[in-house]
DNA sequence: AAATAAACGCAATAACGTTGCAATGATTTT
DNA sequence: AAAATCATTGCAACGTTATTGCGTTTATTT
């Protein structure tokens, strides 16, 4: 299972034209072995004691996999940003995110798509959205 | 008209159940006179050379006109959180704002009503949302 | 005017993220 | 397989926003 990540993500890597390091593989295959999006501490704690990376690596890395369009950023209330994987849908698809106002976790909700449009100010232009969710999860609820 | 304001605010204030300190009253008749959500930085540039409160003491009473409603905090990607005065509007009403990508102003978006419930996975309680347009501004466009 | 507790100013601290630069190492070339 | 190349890394220093502790000041009540 996790072998097939650390496969997927190296091919993912290379494909976008980056040098393959052992640092880029590990980041990716933990986002894509996860569901919700994490901080980087979280991605640090889920690095195995043999290849700790140094903090500004594991920025630098997240940078360049967001930059590529592999992974995206979600921005909070905490100051923190949380990282994701694209999965195919996410990719060409802005979605909205859920937060858990109490465990502070935070959720993709992929099935929500958001319409590219909306009303602004005469002379305004329309880029993008960012839509957050608040409330409860199910284990905090 | 400022000091029509000021009054206004130091009503707003008392009836908080507060002391009407010279900075609360100076900070609350900033935002009011305000119409775009402005940072703390932008807030300690508007006071006055006369009044220059302290960097903390500016983040108490932002915090406690908050925590009173009388003003709301927004949050955005740069870290850095905006306040804005509750109009009646505001107060008891959802709504979501604008910010520019290039000159970073942040505008409320009054007429942008969101609906109060959201589909949510099995278990989730919904709280609240907040949603940020992002887009050029009239000026940046 | 005196008493009281809330609010303030200052200094230190915390948290997150970025930058510069020399050392390392993945990939290409020979 | 070895050498060359240059992207990537690690370390240390720095930047910014926001928070905490604590002694002093001040708004409000008595
Ligand atoms: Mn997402
Ligand atoms: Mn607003
Ligand atoms: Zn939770
Ligand atoms: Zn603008």
Redesign the interface.
């Known amino acids: 299972m996790f072998i097939k990540l650390h496969r997927n993500a190296e091919e993912l890597i290379r494909l976008s034209g980056g040098r393959a390091t052992v640092g880029r593989i590990r980041i990716l295959s933990i986002l894509l072995a996860e569901q919700q999006a994490i901080t980087h501490r979280e991605i640090e704690q889920r690095l195995p004691q043999t290849l700790q990376l140094d903090r500004v690596t594991l920025y630098r890395a997240l940078e360049w996999l967001a930059g590529k369009n592999l992974i995206h950023k979600v921005?909070?209330?905490d100051?923190v940003w949380r990282y994701h994987a694209n999965r195919e849908l996410h990719s060409h698809q802005q979605h909205a995110h859920?937060k858990c106002?109490r465990c502070a976790q935070v959720?993709c909700?992929s099935d929500?798509p958001i319409e590219r449009s909306?009303?602004?100010?005469?002379?305004?232009?329309?880029?993008?959205?960012?839509?957050?969710?608040?409330?409860?999860?199910?284990d905090c609820?």
């Open positions: 921005t909070s209330d100051r859920f106002t959720i909700l929500l909306w009303p602004l100010p005469i002379g305004y232009r329309f880029q993008e959205i960012e839509l957050t969710v608040k409330g409860l999860c199910a609820s």
